[in-house]
């Protein structure tokens, strides 16, 4: 796998994590992993945590979405966003490289 084109992030998802970051005395960036695991054998690890000298920095609105060079292959071209819906707000990856997905959307297969 090799990553041709980066992945994007939209304006709705860096101005929710300028959101979380205006509350926190240590604001943060958002960090984006791929795993083996989860129900279709890979997932997302969604979390805040400081950038690291080999990630991918995306920036916007003042505020950091990083991914480590690992990751990098499986979100090629995917978007990050940031959702309000009934049963939740969450930050969602579409990922034009996965095959399939769980319900859940947190587990994908390629």
Known sequence: ?????????????????????????????LRIAVEGGGCSGFQYEIELGDPKDDDLVLEGSGQKVVIDPISLPFLADATIDFTTELIGARFVIENPNATSSCGCGTSFSM
């Open 1 to 29: 796998m090799q990553l041709t084109v980066p992945p994007k992030v939209t304006p709705r998802a860096f101005e929710r994590l300028a959101e979380i970051n205006d509350t926190s005395d240590a604001p943060q960036a």
